[in-house]
């Protein structure tokens, strides 16, 4: 179980550009003024937790992020945190973990989104390989194991040639050995939902969490949420389904009028 519940559900807020990425329209500010907004959304639709991610950051750097960037996740994330109140987690992208679990350790938050935890992948921005010791160790030497490590398997926006002959069973249970405290499913892209036989292959091979990345809408919420520990929610709930879009109240009330009763 994931903050108490069965089937938690957590609310993307996407970052507009930060300081140092194409697009930064030069206001912190303003920036913050929007992901709170965002937040408090989610809270008000009765959403469980958050995620705060630079997904406007494009194109991303590769397995790290300049300091500005850590700077500004910093100050924005331990804004949201103070203001809205919902247990809460991030993700830099892309693969900029150490990074991540450095401003999560020191915010106190919940949990990180990792890639390229277990075998390497060829993601959008190059190879990614596997940062499980380092990411480990170093969570370890900071004292910071109350961070949860949720990590994507066969993750989005990726090949998986190099692995073709792993399955996502066999790469959740690698997950498993490398100490991660739940694993991440996805479809093949933002907002394309992964198979309901996936996610059950994932469950039945780990006792960890099982959370879903991603495509989560009214038609399949209800068989996700009879099987998946959490569901990261970040494209239905926008405005016309579009990831880059801003968050559409009744859409996250249409979403989560879907779900089953408990």
């Not at 991610?53 to 500005?68: F, Q």
Request: proline fraction near 4%; hydrophobic fraction near 45%; charged fraction near 20%.
């Amino acid at each position: 179980m994931i903050y108490g519940k069965t089937c938690a559900l957590i609310g993307a807020v996407h970052l507009q550009p930060l300081p140092g990425a194409a697009g930064y329209a030069g206001s912190i500010e303003a920036i913050i003024e929007d992901a709170l907004s965002e937040a408090f959304l989610y809270k008000k639709a009765g959403f469980d937790g958050l995620i705060v991610e630079n997904t406007h950051d494009t194109p991303y750097l590769k397995g790290r992020v300049h300091p500005e960037t850590v700077a500004a996740m910093t100050v924005i994330a331990g804004a949201i945190k103070r203001e809205v109140g919902l247990p809460m987690g991030l993700q830099i992208l892309a693969g900029a973990n150490l990074e991540a679990l450095g401003v999560a350790a020191s915010l106190g938050l919940d949990f990180i989104r990792v890639e390229g935890f277990v075998f390497a992948h060829v993601g959008d921005e190059g190879i990614h390989e596997a940062c499980a010791p380092q990411l480990i160790r170093r969570r370890f030497e900071l004292q910071a194991e109350s961070v949860k490590v949720y990590v994507d398997i066969k993750k989005k926006h990726a090949s998986h040639a190099l692995t073709q002959d792993v399955d996502l069973a066999e790469t959740a249970r690698a997950a498993d050995f490398f100490r991660a405290d739940g694993v991440v499913v996805t479809g093949v892209r933002t907002g394309s939902a992964p198979s309901v036989e996936e996610l059950q292959e994932a469950k039945a091979s780990v006792e960890l969490p099982v959370l879903i990345g991603s495509g989560v809408c009214p038609e399949n919420i209800a068989a996700f949420s009879s099987i998946a520990d959490a569901l990261i929610i970040g494209s239905y709930v926008k405005h016309d389904g579009r990831w880059q879009n801003k968050i559409d109240l009744k859409r996250c009330e249409q979403l989560l009028s879907s779900l089953p009763s408990s």
